[in-house]
């Protein structure tokens, strides 16, 4: 601060102090705080609000609690609330789309860090930075498209022979009704899975492989006890990325999903939106967002990072 | 071996790109197809009747407005907030720091939807203390939009910044303030040109980041929407391919974008790389 003071002056530090606290208190914690309190209070018309029924309780928590009914769990029969089984649905989901994720950009960051040729580089970003610049909105259409019934993809899997009968993919799908959500959030967050890895490959020296491979190792383990390693503040960041869109995400369950498949964002969006319930929206969010924070923890803990390495 | 891995690694990168470019591809041929559904297959024959219709469409034409005006309106925030806010953090240290820095990334971790919820319940009950309830600030609306996206945005902004903070030496500022500088000459001066580059580049995230903003959006807006939202009401009631004009034209400008910068980039390393040979002709001159 004395530093501050001593190169911009009373005026510029004052400013500076300003716009940060702007930002910190009135954007991010003031907004989080009204949402917390907001939670315990009752969904009250505008009279009553101040008034005798206007106290704090765990209500609109409770609710994620209500409405059981008979379903199943890997094939074991169970009775759960519909909210809770939604929610579970979605974190499962989401922790399945950031594992396909990883799989997927791993070796693609491999080979961008270590065996594409440096000089072009720079035009292979360009080619996959080109899909990300289009909206998100139209790449979940774009999905919405080839996965309709008389869709591309059903008319391409028939051509070949692989299947007789159109997969209802939104409807339906062939393993579960979140095939399609699946897909789709895996189309479009893979490359949040990308950058960070191949950021983190790039600062390995490539003697360290090499001289792994001379010492006899296959090249399973040279990844395994070299390059995983190393990669792991990358990983953590791509796998919070993620997870958090999308857990997150309310554009692709709504634009490919069905009825079926339920994702815990639109329930949040229906009660804010939709019943104008706004203090349980914000219990259900408040609840969102533990999960959010739980998740970032555990990846903290699991691969051993700090926070500084996981939003860069 | 070695040679087999390269070749199966540029296989791998092929099939992505493919993979992320066809999906884009079918949608855009889709603008072009006689058929009341968006769809590529059966092909009834070509038209460009739908861009006809895009161009017809008042609603987009507004919600279009509406991105541009929000967009600017998140840039002329974040960026001050979050270069301010990079210079802060840099002049401190220790737990403070820390803490600091948790509190200003925390919003890009947090998901879109706590972020616009928790934004219309703080304003809403700012206008229930101040009994303000029907001034239009305290209201849902594109404002709140704008201060939702700025609450995320502004940490891009403070992060590149503040990795180009680390290359600038403050000796030059103590120099500047030797030679009699004000302190406002040290920043207009010496600060703010070795940052531009970095500020540059965040005012493009910025300006990106917010017109591709769905979550925030939705949850704080009133009427007025933006063109994502616009497009995302679309396909949910029903939809004709005057949405797939829509993104053919915006992945053309998106590729034009691409092909700009990429063309820029060549002919900067080009004339880098001729330098570069001048100075080492220069030198074997000197020997």
Known sequence: ?312 | MSRNRALLGHFYFALFVLYLLVPLMVMAGAAFNDSRLPTVAPWKGFTWAWFGELFADQTMWGAFLNSIIVALAVVVLAVPIGTAAAIVLNSISGKYRATLYGFMVAPVLAPGLVIGISTVLFWNQMGHVLHAEDFFLFGRGLHLSTLGQVSYIAAYVMLLVLARLQSFDPGLEEAALDLGANHGQVLRRILLPHLYPAIAASAAIAFFQSIENFNVTLFTKANETTLTVYVFSQVRSGITPKINALAFLLILLTLVLALVYEMNRRRLARIEAERQAEARRAEEAML
């Open chain 1, 1 to 312: 601060m004395q530093d501050l003071l001593r190169r911009y002056g009373t005026g510029l530090t004052a400013t500076f102090c300003l716009l940060v606290a702007f930002w910190i208190l009135v954007l991010v914690i003031l907004p989080n705080f009204a949402m917390f309190e907001q939670s315990f209070r009752p969904y009250l018309p505008v009279v009553d609000i101040g008034g005798p029924k206007d106290f704090y309780s765990l209500g609109n928590y409770s609710k994620i609690l209500d409405n059981p009914f008979d379903t199943a769990i890997f094939g074991i029969p169970v009775t759960m609330p519909i909210h809770i089984k939604m929610f579970l649905d979605t974190v499962f989901y989401a922790a399945l789309v950031t594992f396909f994720c990883l799989v997927m950009a791993y070796p693609l960051a491999y080979y961008l860090a270590k065996i594409a040729d440096p000089k072009s580089i720079p035009t292979l970003l360009l080619l996959l930075f080109v899909p990300m610049w289009v909206s998100e909105a139209l790449r979940a259409f774009a999905w919405y498209i080839i996965l309709t019934f008389n869709g591309p993809l059903n008319m391409l899997l028939q051509g070949l022979g692989f299947i007789d009968q159109g997969i209802r993919w939104q409807q339906g799908g062939i393993f579960t009704a979140y095939d399609a959500i699946v897909i789709v959030l895996t189309y479009c967050y893979v490359l949040f899975m990308l950058f960070p890895i191949y950021t983190a490959i790039t600062s390995l020296d490539s003697n360290q492989i090499e001289a792994a491979e001379d010492l006899g190792s296959p090249w399973w383990r040279t990844h395994w006890r070299v390059v995983i390693p190393h990669s792991k503040p990358g990983i953590a960041s791509g796998c919070v990325m993620v997870f958090m869109l999308s857990a997150g995400s309310l554009l692709v369950p709504t634009v490919v999903g069905s009825t079926r498949a339920n994702w815990f964002p639109q329930t949040i969006y229906n009660f804010f939106n939709d019943a104008l319930d706004w203090n349980t929206g914000a219990a259900y969010s408040m609840i969102f967002l533990l999960v959010c924070i739980f998740f970032v923890i555990l990846m903290m803990r699991l691969f051993k990072v700090k926070l500084s390495d996981i939003a860069k």
